[in-house]
Every structure is written in C-alpha cells, then in structure tokens.
C-alpha cells in the first residue's frame, strides 16, 4: 500500500537515474547506470557534464511517458517571464543547466524560445551539458496558430528560434481557435473562432511522424476536451499540462489521466508569478505550518506535494538560490497528518481563459467548456 498519489502503477513509471536515493525512497526501481547520452528509446543520461563532479549536480528523478515510456525530468524551468528580460532567463536557463536542470519549458507565447535555444546552446558549448540529446525541450502552439494548415509551421518557427531540429514535448497550448496573427494576448473575443480538433491533432501527429516533436500533448484540457481528443487521436496525448497545486488540486483530472496514461505536468507549480502578497500558495499558512515543522519552505512544500501526486512540473525562478531550493524536494516526503492537512486547502483556480481575453467584446463561439472547473 503507497501512502499517496505515486501508485504502484506510476511507480513502474518512475525510475531515478542517480544513486544516493534516501530509504524513504527505496520503492523505487533501480536507477539506471550512468551514460553520457540519450536516444529517444534509450535511457537517460546521466553523467557528469566535461569537467564537473556528479555529486555537484542535483538529482532530478524522470518520469517514463508517452506511449513508449520517454524519459521526462520530474522538475523542469519554466520560461514565461513577467517582464520579460532577455538576458535574466538566459542566466536562468543556464544556472538551472548547472544545478542539474534538463527540462526547460517554453512557448511561442513566451518569446522565450530564442533565448532557451541560445542558452542552451552555450551550455553544450560550455561543456554544462553533454549535448542537445540530454536536455528535455518542451515548446508550445498559440491559439493564434491553432489551426489545421498552421500547426507545422508554428512547430517550424519554434524550432527555427531554438535553432534545435526537434523539440521532446509539443503541446497545444490551449483548447481554443483565434483568428490568425502572431501570438499574443490578451485576445479578442470577436477573434476565437471554433476550433477544429480532430484537424489540429491530425497535424500534431503529423509533427511526431516528421520526427519534429519527440512527444505531443496538450495544455489547460478539462476531462471532458480530453474525452473528445482520445476519440479521435491516433497517438494519444503523452502529456496535460494545467494548473496544478495545493490551492489547485484537480483530483478529478489527475485520476482521469492516470486512468488514461496521460502524464500531469503542473505549471504555476507556486502559484504562478502574482505579487507575493496576493499569492494563494506561496501566503498560505497551511504550506507555512508544514514547511516549519520540517525545515522545508513553503515552496518545497508545495513542490512535493505536487510530486506526490504523481505529476511532473514546471517552474519558474531567476534566482540561483531558489532555482537550488526548487529540486531539493527528492530525499524527503510529507507525512500523512500533512497531507491531510493539504487537502483541507480552500481551492480556486488562478489561471482562466478569462484572463486571457480582452474585458470587452462577445464571442459568437461557446468557450465555456474551456474554463469548465473541475474538482
Ligand atoms: N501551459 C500554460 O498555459 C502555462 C501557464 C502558466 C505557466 N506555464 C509554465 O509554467 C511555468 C511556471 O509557472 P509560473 O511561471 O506561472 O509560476 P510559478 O512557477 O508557480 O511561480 C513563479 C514565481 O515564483 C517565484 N519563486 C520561484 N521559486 C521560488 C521559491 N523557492 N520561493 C519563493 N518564490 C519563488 C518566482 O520569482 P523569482 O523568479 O523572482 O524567483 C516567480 O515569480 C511558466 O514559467 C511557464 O513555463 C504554462
């Protein structure tokens, strides 16, 4: 019997891919030996980039997703960035690289591809990672491009900003059609026009077939969106990556995906980037009390949880220390009487596609079952 989310299922999924596990976590399957390099089917890297000790690098535990079990790292960077500072997530993306990060999330939203492709490229060229074949690069399509004739290319300029010939993870970034433009937001109402979803995966299953995108997935589906794409996909979404965590739990979601193969990956992993003060997570007393009592912060905390429950995740720091901090939440785990007390965590969602749209204007397209709340 496991205590929590991580079932017997999903830890056949999980494998460490460095020693030094505590005891804590001796369930786990044995981690794979150390090499320098990773195909798509074979297992991941693990060795000391040129130069360095192992034992300077964190270890980061990978989840096998996706129809033939691909590697993906439990913590990964995000890149979303408010304002956006070149030059600060390039310093982001590669402290991250040489505290042991190998996921690095972006977007044609972001405007972040051009830098995580340039940064990435230094750290190679740095000797702080072996080469392109060990890190983990997840891009996504905007609304904008949501659309049948579109998705190849957006995946093409993606690729062209990275300067990368395929991205590990490309995901729809949200269930929803805008007229097309470059991408932005917020967006028009009078702009969403329906969105054809059986068209759309078509091409993303065109994109994994061309070899431009090792993995494809989704972003913000509700059950009900994943319902209509699994009745129609030939290759299943390996990932959803929504809102997720302590004051966002989404049992409903995470237990249809587990029933579905389908990989969690949480974005806002913190609460997302509000001011301090207005930030449900990161203010929690819950998390606080827990973190306390442990030594831990209230980030950890949250972070382990959502570990936890069996989810990957995304998040977002330009800060050395607290980039550390994030992926020290492996030789530790909460106890039952914390869990319990998580779960008692008033829930809201902060992320909705409300806040995506310009306040005025209608839509003559129904979006409400993008923005369904699912408990
Ligand atoms: N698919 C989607 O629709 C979607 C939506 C939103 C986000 N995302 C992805 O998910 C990533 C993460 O989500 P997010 O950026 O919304 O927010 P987040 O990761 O929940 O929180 C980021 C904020 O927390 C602060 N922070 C980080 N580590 C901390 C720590 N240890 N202690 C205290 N504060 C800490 C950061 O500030 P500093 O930088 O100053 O440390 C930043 O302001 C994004 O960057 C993006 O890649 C995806």
Not at 6 to 15: A, D, E, Q
Not at 243 to 257: H, M, R, V
Request: net charge positive; charged share 25%; hydrophobic share 40%.
């Amino acid at each position: 019997m496991y205590k929590f989310g991580l079932n017997k299922k999903n830890l056949c999924r999980i494998r460490m891919h460095i020693l030094n596990f505590s005891p804590a976590h001796a369930f786990y399957t044995t981690p794979a030996s150390p090499h320098k390099h990773r195909g798509p089917h074979k297992q991941r890297g693990m060795a000391s980039p040129a130069g360095r000790s192992s034992t300077s690098l964190s270890k980061i535990p990978e989840f096998l997703v996706g129809p033939i079990g691909q590697p993906m790292p439990a913590v990964g960077l995000g890149t979303a960035s408010h304002p956006f500072v070149e030059e600060e997530v390039r310093a982001a993306v590669l402290t991250a690289l040489e505290l042991g990060y190998r996921h690095i999330d972006t977007a044609a939203l972001y405007a972040s591809e051009r830098v995580v492709g340039k940064a990435m490229a230094e750290a190679v060229q740095r000797g702080i990672v072996v080469s392109r074949e060990e890190l983990f690069v997840t891009s996504k399509v905007w609304c904008t491009q949501c659309h049948p004739e579109l998705m190849l290319p957006s995946l093409k300029e993606s690729l062209q900003n990275l300067q990368m010939e395929y991205v590990d993870l490309y995901l729809i970034h949200w269930p929803m059609a805008v007229k097309p433009s470059k991408p932005h937001f917020p967006m028009k109402r009078e702009d969403i026009v329906p969105m054809d979803l059986s068209g759309v995966w078509k091409a993303m299953e065109e994109c994994h077939r061309l070899g431009l995108a090792k993995m494809i997935g989704v972003s913000n589906f509700t059950t009900k969106k994943l319902q209509e794409l699994l009745a129609i996909a030939k290759i299943p979404p390996a990932i959803n990556q929504v809102e997720l965590n302590p004051t966002w739990q989404q049992k409903k979601l995470i237990d249809f995906c587990k029933g579905k193969s389908i990989q969690v990956a949480a974005y806002s992993p913190l609460g997302g980037q509000r001011i301090p003060k207005m930030n449900p997570v990161r203010q929690s007393d819950i998390l606080e009390e827990i973190g306390k009592a442990r030594g831990k912060s209230v980030a950890q905390i949250s972070l382990r949880w959502i570990y936890e429950q069996g989810a990957s995740m995304v998040v977002k720091s330009l800060k050395r220390e607290r980039l550390k901090e994030n992926i020290e939440i492996f030789d530790w785990e909460l106890s039952d009487e914390d869990r319990l007390k998580i779960a008692q965590i008033p829930q809201r969602k902060l992320i909705t596609v409300q806040n995506l749209l310009c306040p005025e204007g209608i839509s003559s397209v129904d979006i409400s079952d993008v923005d369904v709340l699912e408990m």
